[in-house]
């Protein structure tokens, strides 16, 4: 059974905004008290969050989908709908974030740490929110947004300050078990540890974390083995520790040809080059170990690394290297820039940035891109003659309808509002330019019509007639 997952896919879904409420206040002798309909709430989000209690991915491999709430709808009396609850997935440390290109969209590093993997959608506005002087009483909602559907790649990448490499075997389980609490399974056969150890070890005042990478051997950098899988634990280490068997079985090995493969492999996983290495002679409690440590030491030393000879079952020389690689760690801490505080750039846009663009397709379709134009068509209720209208005053006001004029569309054209696998479309038609006509004059709200003084709207109709009269008189024919 899996005890350990270093990378998944996971299916996120947030929730969706809730729909506005198109409702009139009703009272006793009030028959239309005036719009009262609450805004919808907004959709859950689904939150990556850091927690230093997790190790492992295990959860999201069983479990790859998962969603937060929907918003709740508004109401009559000015009820605004309940928000949808985040849905918060802890993380390990050290987890890494990415689409399914291939490219990083968060690393997770720091317990606490945040990343909204989809966002919720916003919900719609009532009737109340979007009554004003010349839409009185609006008898339409907006509709709320649906939530972000995203397909993201978890990878763990261990947060170690030394990384322990070697052969299965050469005894970095071992190792690890006695310069630190932690407790591996060791035993005597290739590809005992089948996940990344962890382990605290204090040397003086310094106090790091070491990793031991298990499954290195050739090839391992294409796939081969166990290495591919866990060689993205070394990424973050500070300090690179050969271990190297000198009590090998195996004829055709030896401490410096199983440095050079390992090398190899770093090399050819890559940006692992500028880390301090040091090599570690195991098993010298071995009387063949011992003779083999002393001499192949000379050809290392010469190569510039700087050697230890240990035997983690006798527990020799093990103090001098703790406090060499407490050493290293606390220079690589020092020299890491200090982290500023972060601030906050605002870049406003350009005043005459449109925020949309207009493009004419191969086969004459004009297709609309842009946040704005594209939410609002989400929001609108197309079973409503006067929300369409209400989108198409928006649009207007926006210069859609201008661009459009100006790409060269014509009366008749297709306009497509949105991506290619959902769009709205429709027939262009620029006299309808702002969908009033099917509401009525502009600024008219028939239903307040039988609340105004008779005496007023007499006035209003005779000052319509007046005016008709007067176009009348002034026509010269030709």
């Known amino acids: 059974m899996t005890t350990f997952v270093d990378r998944v896919e996971l299916h996120v879904a947030a929730g969706n905004g809730?729909?506005?409420?198109?409702?009139?206040?009703?009272e006793k002798f009030k028959p239309l008290g005036g719009p009262d309909g609450g805004n919808g709430g907004r959709g859950g989000d689904v939150i990556l969050t850091v927690d230093q209690s997790v190790t492992t991915l295990l959860d999201y491999h069983h479990s790859p989908h998962r969603k937060a709430t929907n918003g709740k709808p508004g109401e009559g009396g000015f009820r605004a709908g309940k928000e949808g609850q985040d849905l918060v997935l802890?993380?390990?440390?050290?987890?890494?974030?990415?689409?399914?290109?291939?490219?990083?969209?968060?690393?997770?590093?720091?317990?606490?740490?945040?990343?909204?993997?989809?966002?919720?959608?916003?919900?719609?506005?009532?009737?109340?929110?979007?009554?004003?002087?010349?839409?009185?009483?609006?008898?339409?909602?907006?509709?709320?947004?649906?939530?972000?559907?995203?397909?993201?790649?978890?990878?763990?990448?261990?947060v170690a300050d030394v990384a322990l490499v070697g052969y299965p075997s050469a005894g970095k389980s071992s190792l690890i078990s006695v310069l630190s609490a932690a407790k591996p399974k060791i035993a005597d056969y290739p590809f005992t540890t089948?996940?990344?150890?962890?382990?605290?070890?204090?040397?003086?005042?310094?106090?790091?974390?070491?990793?031991?990478?298990?499954?290195?051997?050739?090839?391992?950098?294409?796939?081969?083995?166990?290495?591919?899988?866990?060689?993205?634990?070394?990424?973050?280490?500070?300090v690179l520790v050969h271990v190297l068997d000198t009590a090998t079985l195996e004829s055709d090995r030896d401490p410096v040809s199983d440095l050079d493969v390992i090398e190899e492999e770093l090399k050819q996983y890559g940006g692992l080059g500028n880390r301090p290495r040091i090599v570690v002679l195991n098993k010298i409690d071995v009387p063949d170990g011992?003779?083999?440590?002393?001499?192949?030491?000379?050809?290392?030393?010469?190569?510039?690394?700087?050697?230890?000879?240990?035997?983690?079952?006798?527990?020799?020389?093990?103090?001098e290297l703790s406090y060499a690689l407490g050493d290293l760690v606390g220079r690589a801490r020092a020299a890491?820039?200090?982290?500023?505080?972060?601030?906050?750039?605002?870049?406003?846009?350009?005043?005459?940035?449109?925020?949309?663009?207009?493009?004419?397709?191969?086969?004459?379709l004009f297709r609309v891109r842009g946040e704005k134009p594209e939410r609002w068509v989400r929001q609108t209720d197309f079973n409503n003659d006067e929300a369409v209208g209400y989108?198409?005053?928006?649009?207007?006001?926006?210069?859609?309808?201008?661009?459009?004029?100006?790409?060269?569309?014509?009366?008749?054209?297709?306009?497509?509002?949105?991506?290619?696998?959902?769009?709205?479309?429709?027939?262009?038609?620029?006299?309808?330019?702002?969908?009033?006509?099917?509401?009525?004059?502009?600024?008219?709200?028939?239903?307040?019509?039988?609340?105004?003084?008779?005496?007023?709207?007499?006035?209003?109709h005779q000052a319509e007639r007046d005016e008709a009269q007067q176009d009348f008189d002034d026509f010269e024919p030709f």
């Open 194 to 238: 089948l996940v990344p150890n962890l382990g605290v070890v204090t040397a003086g005042s310094t106090v790091y974390t070491i990793a031991d990478v298990p499954g290195l051997i050739p090839g391992a950098s294409q796939g081969k083995g166990l290495g591919l899988e866990f060689l993205r634990h070394v990424e973050r280490c500070s």
């Open 336 to 364: 890491k820039p200090k982290e500023e505080a972060t601030r906050i750039v605002i870049r406003p846009k350009a005043v005459d940035e449109a925020g949309f663009t207009v493009t004419r397709e191969e086969d004459g």
């Open 18 to 26: 809730g729909h506005g409420c198109a409702s009139v206040h009703r």
């Open 391 to 460: 989108l198409a005053d928006r649009l207007n006001r926006l210069g859609v309808e201008d661009k459009l004029m100006k790409a060269g569309a014509r009366s008749g054209d297709g306009v497509a509002i949105g991506p290619e696998d959902n769009a709205v479309v429709f027939d262009w038609e620029p006299s309808v330019t702002a969908g009033a006509e099917m509401l009525g004059r502009r600024g008219e709200d028939h239903r307040l019509e039988a609340l105004r003084p008779a005496a007023q709207r007499r006035r209003e």
């Open 90 to 158: 802890p993380v390990p440390d050290g987890t890494v974030v990415l689409d399914k290109a291939g490219n990083v969209l968060a690393d997770l590093v720091g317990h606490g740490t945040s990343y909204i993997a989809a966002q919720g959608g916003r919900g719609g506005l009532g009737n109340a929110a979007l009554a004003s002087a010349r839409r009185k009483a609006p008898g339409f909602a907006l509709l709320g947004e649906p939530g972000d559907l995203q397909d993201v790649v978890l990878e763990l990448k261990t």
């Open 290 to 319: 011992k003779d083999l440590a002393d001499m192949v030491r000379p050809d290392l030393e010469a190569r510039g690394y700087r050697v230890f000879e240990v035997s983690a079952v006798a527990h020799l020389g093990l103090k």
